[in-house]
Every structure is written in structure tokens, then in C-alpha cells.
């Protein structure tokens, strides 16, 4: 048995979960009492590890049975049970597991039940519950001078204030997390502690910071030898990258720990790569390999039982369908991705489903449908408000869209009063709106002016549909302003971008300015072929879409009006 029990464990150590339940089975048909409990318990570690969940469950349960006040079995059961949302079953197993544990004054032991609780509740919603009880468990972990407990307990109640859109009261604690840590000169927890310290900054929007913190945790990770946490600094510095519009760097960072993540079995960690990674191609523009790889995502989310990750690769799906124009495929899945959000009261994230849904329903000319959602996403936003920004540039699209420019440049205006920095993608957005709410309000000057110091500064080229949205709208207004030059400067800038695009939505507005902007500098032929090759592509989205969408779409106050302009210009 000892041999068996040796050859088990070296078996963990390699990373081969299968040999080593196979080892872990033999114990527990061989041994006796409270041995055979102990093999269970490991036969159902190693199960979960390779992912059999339900043969994890059962082996645990086996324990159970021999030894009814076998805490850590317990426990495992519970957080099971809360992969599965069965809030109800999961609390049941914590109390069971807290109660043994104190029988047992395992003073560890009771404090890890409440930090599962504590992310059972955070996870239900129950922010405010879930906060008291880590609390509780940090009070507990300093009262009995647990150093690494009390870090563990300040970063989980940190990475739950965040989750509330509570980032500044989070600080103080990640803050207290990482002082105790190099008071006792933990270098493991150092790094875990930096990491969280650094996306606390993230969130406050102190870039810099961030980085400098990710840099030293991924520092102190490697100079302790500390392979998973050196792993998991770097995929959260890739993550960073991303958000930082540096796709490429991103890149980088993921691909040089998704091989460690696979072949070690850390299917948490390599959904986030793979969540990380189709951000990356969004960004480039690669929707083809985006979406295969949010399907492989939302496939693996599936297998592991993660809620959340499969709520987050229908988004995915749902959003990159609609950034190849396949507007009617990505309701469904955006739909299903709401529920999913919803179900696991996840209300941050339904919120962006909730934008998304507007938008596709907005580029249809389903403007009741993109209200409706839209008002429902500015009710998530008056708890998230991170979300407000969003809310409100889509607001302003839409209005756009309907061509009513007053109504435009006042939310505009709120957005770029409420960011006096200018760092967010949406103040880019809303002072582009606001340019051509200006130019169509009879303040064509002003519109000029605005645009102009709009795109002096650093255009967001990470967003290719921003990007392109946002060089035809400074074409359409250096048209209205008789600036065909800069018009046509702007529909190459806007092509160039187009190209790695599927949007022929997007495609037949360019070369309509292309007509409009080379007539105007006395090139009547080339502005005929613009022209018709942009009643061509608008062509085709009657073949791509059904009928129904089609006739919505070509209704949109904006589509009327440029197709007006197009009739015109193939005449």
C-alpha cells in the first residue's frame, strides 16, 4: 500500500491525474477504516483534477460514508455542489465541514469553509453577505496569528469588493495583503498578493501602477520558484495588454503559459487563456479564428461545469456574428449569454450582453427592441458604474443612427464632461458623435474644430469597428464642409481598416463618400464607379439578411438619407 500510496502522489506531482486515480482506486479497495476514507479522498482529488466531477463527487461521498465527521470531504462536496448552483446543497456541506472542523479545532480548516461561503455568496450576489463572512474569517485568522490565511482572506475580500464595482474600498485591503506578506517574507504570497493589487489599480485606472505591480509579482514568482503563480501573473499581464489596446504583447504573455496550463490540467486557467486570446484577435480583427476560438471556449466551459465562462463565450459568439454582419445568428446567443449572466447573478456582465443586444438590434433598425435593452442594461449600470460610459455612448449611437443630433451631442457632451482625461474608448466615440451631431445642427465650424482635435490625439485603431466608424464620420463631415480632400483621405483610412472587415454594412458607406468626395474634386467617372460599387455591396446585405431585416434596416433614418445621397451620386 505504501508503494501504491507513493507511486499515487508522484503520479499528482507529474500532473498525470488519470494514472494517478487509478492508484488512488486500488488503495481504497485495499484498505481499511479510516485509511480507506483517506483513499477515497484522494481518489476523489484526483478525479476532480481530471475533470470527472461526478466520479469526484461519488468518491467523496464514499468517504463520507466511512467517516461521517470527515471534514475536508465535506468541504470538496460543497464547492461541487456550488459549481452546480445548487446554493442550497453547497450550504448544507459547508456546515457540515465547519461543524467537524471545530469539533476537530482545525482553526484552518473553519476559516477556509467561510472563504467558500464567502464566494458562494459573492457569486449568488450576495455581496454584502459574503463580505461580513470573509470578515469574520480574517478577525479569526489574525486572532490565531495565521499569517498566509489572513493574506489569502484580504485578497478574496478585495477580488469581492471589485466584483461589486467596489474598487476603491478593495484597495486598503489588497493593500494590508501585501505589506503582511513582506513582513513574513512570503514570497509565494507576495506575488499572489501583488497580482491582486495590481488589478485593483487597473480598475482605478492607474495604468502604471498596474503594471509596475504585475512586473514585481511575476519578479518575486520567478525568484521563488513559484511556477504556477509565475504562470498566472503572466496570463494576467496578458489580459492586461489587452485592455491596454497592445494586442501583440498580449499575445505574447498567453501563449507563453497556455502550453504550461494544458498539459498541467488547469482548465480554469486555460479558459482564461482562451478568453484573453479571442480578445487579442477581436482586437486585430480576426473574427474567422475569434470565433473558433469562443466556440472551443464556451465547448470547454461546457465540459468543467464554468457558468460563467460559457455565459461569457456566447457573448463572444454573439458579438463577433454581429461584427461579420451576421446580426440574426448573434441574438441567440447573445439571449443565451443574458440568462446564463442572470441565472448566476452575474448582473455586471448581463449588463454588456444587455449593450451588445441594443447595438445589433440598432444596426437593424429594431429601434423598439434597442431601448428596450438598453434601458434595461442603464438599471445594471446604476450599481456598476463602470458601465454608465457604455450605456451612454449607446444611447448616442442610437440617436445618431435616428439622425437626432440634438439629442446626440447632449449625451455626448455627458460623456466627455464625466471624463475630463479623455482615457476612455467611449469619450474617442462620443466627441465623434458630437462632431457630426454639430456639423448637422447648422455648427459646422464647431464640428470641424472638434473633429479635427479628436483625431490629433491617438485614435483607438484597437477597436476596428470604432475605428472605421469613426474615419467616416470625419469623411462625412469634411463632405458636409466641402473638404473633399480630407474626405477622401478619411474613406482611405476607413477602407484600409474595412479590409480586414466581413461589415459590408460598413463597406458600401465607404465607398459612397469615396463617389461623393472624388465628383467633388472633378472626377465624375471614378465617382460613377464608387458609386456603383457601393449600391453593389448594399445589394448584397438583401441576399445576406432576410427580408424582414433587410426592410428594417434600409427603413433607418441614416440609411434613407445616404442611400438618397447614393441614388444620386450612380445617376
Same mark, same amino acid.
Given at each position: 500500500?505504501?508503494?501504491?500510496?507513493?507511486?499515487?502522489?508522484?503520479?499528482?506531482?507529474?500532473?498525470?491525474?488519470?494514472?494517478?486515480?487509478?492508484?488512488?482506486?486500488?488503495?481504497?479497495?485495499?484498505?481499511?477504516?479510516?485509511?480507506?476514507?483517506?483513499?477515497?479522498?484522494?481518489?476523489?482529488?484526483?478525479?476532480?483534477?481530471?475533470?470527472?466531477?461526478?466520479?469526484?463527487?461519488?468518491?467523496?461521498?464514499?468517504?463520507?460514508?466511512?467517516?461521517?465527521?470527515?471534514?475536508?470531504?465535506?468541504?470538496?462536496?460543497?464547492?461541487?455542489?456550488?459549481?452546480?448552483?445548487?446554493?442550497?446543497?453547497?450550504?448544507?456541506?459547508?456546515?457540515?465541514?465547519?461543524?467537524?472542523?471545530?469539533?476537530?479545532?482545525?482553526?484552518?480548516?473553519?476559516?477556509?469553509?467561510?472563504?467558500?461561503?464567502?464566494?458562494?455568496?459573492?457569486?449568488?450576489?450576495?455581496?454584502?453577505?459574503?463580505?461580513?463572512?470573509?470578515?469574520?474569517?480574517?478577525?479569526?485568522?489574525?486572532?490565531?496569528?495565521?499569517?498566509?490565511?489572513?493574506?489569502?482572506?484580504?485578497?478574496?475580500?478585495?477580488?469581492?469588493?471589485?466584483?461589486?464595482?467596489?474598487?476603491?474600498?478593495?484597495?486598503?485591503?489588497?493593500?494590508?495583503?501585501?505589506?503582511?506578506?513582506?513582513?513574513?517574507?512570503?514570497?509565494?504570497?507576495?506575488?499572489?498578493?501583488?497580482?491582486?493589487?495590481?488589478?485593483?489599480?487597473?480598475?482605478?485606472?492607474?495604468?502604471?501602477?498596474?503594471?509596475?505591480?504585475?512586473?514585481?509579482?511575476?519578479?518575486?514568482?520567478?525568484?521563488?520558484?513559484?511556477?504556477? !503563480?509565475? @504562470?498566472?501573473?503572466?496570463?494576467?499581464?496578458? %489580459?492586461? =495588454?489587452?485592455?491596454?489596446?497592445? *494586442? &501583440?504583447? /498580449?499575445?505574447?504573455?498567453?501563449?507563453?503559459?497556455?502550453?504550461?496550463?494544458?498539459?498541467?490540467?488547469?482548465?480554469?486557467?486555460?479558459?482564461?487563456?482562451?478568453?484573453?486570446?479571442?480578445?487579442?484577435?477581436?482586437?486585430?480583427?480576426?473574427?474567422?479564428?475569434?470565433?473558433?476560438?469562443?466556440?472551443?471556449?464556451?465547448?470547454?466551459?461546457?465540459?468543467?461545469?464554468?457558468?460563467?465562462?460559457?455565459?461569457?463565450?456566447?457573448?463572444?459568439?454573439?458579438?463577433?456574428?454581429?461584427?461579420?454582419?451576421?446580426?440574426?445568428?448573434?441574438?441567440?446567443?447573445?439571449?443565451?449569454?443574458?440568462? !446564463?449572466? @442572470?441565472?448566476?447573478?452575474?448582473?455586471?456582465? %448581463?449588463? =454588456?450582453?444587455?449593450?451588445?443586444? *441594443? &447595438?445589433? /438590434?440598432?444596426?437593424?433598425?429594431?429601434?423598439?427592441?434597442?431601448?428596450?435593452?438598453?434601458?434595461?442594461?442603464?438599471?445594471?449600470?446604476?450599481?456598476?458604474?463602470?458601465?454608465?460610459?457604455?450605456?451612454?455612448?449607446?444611447?448616442?449611437?442610437?440617436?445618431?443612427?435616428?439622425?437626432?443630433?440634438?439629442?446626440?451631442?447632449?449625451?455626448?457632451?455627458?460623456?466627455?464632461?464625466?471624463?475630463?482625461?479623455?482615457?476612455?474608448?467611449?469619450?474617442?466615440?462620443?466627441?465623434?458623435?458630437?462632431?457630426?451631431?454639430?456639423?448637422?445642427?447648422?455648427?459646422?465650424?464647431?464640428?470641424?474644430?472638434? !473633429?479635427?482635435?479628436?483625431?490629433?490625439?491617438?485614435?483607438?485603431?484597437?477597436?476596428?469597428?470604432?475605428?472605421?466608424?469613426?474615419?467616416?464620420?470625419?469623411?462625412?463631415?469634411?463632405?458636409?464642409?466641402?473638404?473633399?480632400?480630407?474626405?477622401?483621405?478619411?474613406?482611405?483610412?476607413?477602407?484600409?481598416?474595412?479590409?480586414?472587415?466581413?461589415?459590408?454594412?460598413?463597406?458600401?458607406?465607404?465607398?459612397?463618400?469615396?463617389?461623393?468626395?472624388?465628383?467633388?474634386?472633378?472626377?465624375?467617372?471614378?465617382?460613377?464607379?464608387?458609386?456603383?460599387?457601393?449600391?453593389?455591396?448594399?445589394?448584397?446585405?438583401?441576399?445576406?439578411?432576410?427580408?424582414?431585416?433587410?426592410?428594417?434596416?434600409?427603413?433607418?433614418?441614416?440609411?434613407?438619407?445616404?442611400?438618397?445621397?447614393?441614388?444620386?451620386?450612380?445617376?
Amino acid at each position: 500500500p505504501d508503494s501504491v500510496r507513493l507511486e499515487a502522489i508522484n503520479k499528482t506531482l507529474q500532473l498525470d491525474f488519470q494514472t494517478a486515480a487509478k492508484r488512488y482506486r486500488d488503495l481504497s479497495e485495499h484498505a481499511d477504516g479510516t485509511e480507506k476514507a483517506i483513499a477515497f479522498f484522494d481518489l476523489g482529488r484526483a478525479h476532480e483534477r481530471n475533470l470527472n466531477l461526478s466520479e469526484a463527487m461519488e468518491s467523496y461521498q464514499n468517504a463520507l460514508a466511512i467517516n461521517s465527521s470527515f471534514a475536508s470531504a465535506s468541504l470538496r462536496i460543497g464547492m461541487l455542489y456550488g459549481r452546480q448552483l445548487d446554493y442550497k446543497k453547497a450550504a448544507s456541506y459547508f456546515s457540515s465541514a465547519e461543524d467537524a472542523f471545530k469539533s476537530q479545532r482545525r482553526i484552518e480548516g473553519e476559516i477556509e469553509v467561510i472563504n467558500q461561503r464567502a464566494k458562494l455568496l459573492s457569486g449568488k450576489g450576495d455581496a454584502t453577505e459574503a463580505i461580513e463572512a470573509v470578515k469574520t474569517s480574517i478577525d479569526k485568522a489574525r486572532i490565531n496569528e495565521i499569517p498566509y490565511q489572513q493574506i489569502k482572506c484580504l485578497s478574496l475580500l478585495s477580488r469581492i469588493l471589485r466584483s461589486d464595482s467596489r474598487t476603491t474600498e478593495a484597495r486598503p485591503f489588497a493593500e494590508e495583503a501585501v505589506s503582511i506578506a513582506r513582513r513574513f517574507d512570503l514570497k509565494a504570497q507576495i506575488a499572489e498578493s501583488l497580482k491582486e493589487l495590481g488589478t485593483v489599480q487597473f480598475f482605478l485606472g492607474k495604468d502604471d501602477v498596474a503594471e509596475k505591480l504585475f512586473e514585481e509579482a511575476l519578479s518575486t514568482a520567478r525568484q521563488s520558484k513559484q511556477k504556477l !503563480i509565475e @504562470n498566472r501573473v503572466l496570463l494576467q499581464l496578458g %489580459a492586461f =495588454y489587452v485592455q491596454e489596446n497592445k *494586442a &501583440d504583447k /498580449a499575445l505574447k504573455y498567453v501563449n507563453q503559459v497556455a502550453d504550461f496550463f494544458e498539459k498541467g490540467g488547469y482548465e480554469k486557467d486555460m479558459l482564461d487563456v482562451l478568453r484573453v486570446r479571442a480578445q487579442v484577435y477581436d482586437n486585430k480583427g480576426d473574427f474567422k479564428t475569434t470565433l473558433a476560438i469562443y466556440k472551443d471556449l464556451v465547448k470547454r466551459a461546457d465540459r468543467s461545469g464554468n457558468l460563467f465562462m460559457k455565459a461569457w463565450g456566447k457573448r463572444g459568439i454573439g458579438r463577433t456574428a454581429a461584427n461579420l454582419d451576421k446580426l440574426r445568428l448573434a441574438l441567440p446567443e447573445l439571449n443565451e449569454s443574458y440568462s !446564463i449572466f @442572470n441565472s448566476i447573478n452575474q448582473s455586471f456582465f %448581463a449588463g =454588456y450582453c444587455l449593450l451588445s443586444h *441594443a &447595438d445589433v /438590434a440598432m444596426q437593424l433598425g429594431n429601434y423598439q427592441k434597442a431601448y428596450f435593452s438598453l434601458n434595461l442594461a442603464e438599471g445594471i449600470a446604476q450599481k456598476h458604474k463602470r458601465l454608465i460610459p457604455r450605456t451612454n455612448v449607446m444611447r448616442a449611437r442610437i440617436a445618431i443612427s435616428e439622425r437626432k443630433f440634438a439629442e446626440a451631442v447632449k449625451i455626448a457632451e455627458q460623456i466627455i464632461t464625466e471624463d475630463p482625461t479623455g482615457r476612455l474608448a467611449s469619450t474617442f466615440e462620443a466627441k465623434t458623435i458630437m462632431s457630426l451631431g454639430f456639423t448637422y445642427l447648422g455648427k459646422k465650424p464647431k464640428g470641424m474644430r472638434l !473633429i479635427e482635435e479628436t483625431f490629433a490625439g491617438k485614435i483607438a485603431e484597437d477597436d476596428p469597428h470604432a475605428a472605421a466608424r469613426a474615419h467616416l464620420i470625419r469623411a462625412e463631415i469634411m463632405l458636409e464642409n466641402d473638404f473633399a480632400e480630407k474626405a477622401k483621405e478619411s474613406v482611405a483610412k476607413a477602407q484600409d481598416v474595412l479590409k480586414k472587415l466581413s461589415k459590408p454594412s460598413l463597406k458600401w458607406r465607404a465607398w459612397l463618400f469615396h463617389s461623393l468626395a472624388v465628383k467633388n474634386l472633378n472626377d465624375a467617372g471614378l465617382g460613377k464607379e464608387s458609386a456603383a460599387k457601393a449600391d453593389a455591396i448594399f445589394s448584397t446585405l438583401s441576399q445576406k439578411w432576410n427580408s424582414k431585416d433587410f426592410s428594417t434596416y434600409a427603413e433607418r433614418p441614416d440609411i434613407k438619407h445616404y442611400r438618397k445621397l447614393l441614388q444620386k451620386s450612380v445617376s
